[in-house]
């Protein structure tokens, strides 16, 4: 049974480009997570998706940022016109749809914009 | 701010002697409770939950125990091995933020011979 899929796993921007970042869940999991990590911080939530359906944003910047879960396909956390601020971890996540499930993580996508 | 911390950012323990990792919490809506491993360059790796209708969860070499009026979980390690240094993180949800998950900043476990 695989894991959550990431990839890239590393992906380099120059500023102002934009980043495409992919997860795949785990087979039966129908709930998908985002979360950041900067330098030296815990994860920070950013986004919470069902297919299709975007259940919690709140941890989204306003601008720049946009997360979807289509019906076919692979998650997809786009960061449009990067900046320097945005050189992080971007860990994705899945559960299943219990309410108190646990989250398990991919191997993350290590953004660096230059 | 920050509804889960991790006041000590590393801890050293020899190999055999129990580990002992601290975290508190200041949300009483939070219900479920995680904690995560995680080496440099991968992601957290699932380690033990415990709900808030318990006050202890085993498994294996790892327990968890929560103390609710405290607002208080602690991750114990017996015996602590090398393979067990790595950044620990905990984790919490619940209330009207069902889903999301809050960490703490992690504590930084050294496990030498």
């Known amino acids: 049974n695989a894991g959550v899929m990431q990839n890239p796993r590393h992906l380099v921007r120059r500023r102002g480009q934009e980043a495409r970042l992919r997860c795949s869940p785990m087979?039966?999991?129908?709930?998908v997570y985002w979360y950041r990590q900067l330098p030296e911080e815990g994860l920070k939530f950013m986004v919470y998706l069902q297919k299709e359906n975007i259940i919690d944003e709140s941890g989204m910047p306003k601008e720049r940022f946009s997360a979807e879960f289509p019906k076919e396909g692979p998650s997809i956390l786009r960061i449009q016109q990067v900046v320097r601020g945005d050189s992080a971890a971007y860990f994705c996540a899945s559960s299943p749809p219990e309410s108190k499930a646990t989250q398990y993580f991919g191997p993350g996508t290590r953004l660096t914009v230059l | 701010d920050q509804q889960v911390k991790q006041n000590s950012p590393s801890l050293s323990v020899q190999e055999g002697r129990i580990s002992i990792l601290n975290c508190d919490y200041t949300?009483?809506?939070?219900?479920?409770f995680l904690w995560y491993k995680k080496y440099p360059a991968e992601g957290p790796t699932f380690l033990i939950s415990i709900s808030s209708i318990k006050d202890k969860n085993e498994d294996g070499r790892f327990t968890v125990f929560l103390n609710k009026s405290a607002k208080h979980l602690s991750l114990h390690i017996v015996p602590s091995q090398p393979g067990d240094s790595a950044v620990y993180f905990c984790?919490?949800?619940?209330?009207?933020?069902?889903?999301?998950?809050?960490f703490g900043r992690g504590t930084q476990l050294t496990v030498w011979p």
């Open positions: 984790a919490a949800s619940g209330g009207s933020t069902l889903g999301r998950l809050y």
């Open positions: 087979k039966g999991h129908s709930h």
């Open positions: 949300n009483s809506m939070f219900d479920y």
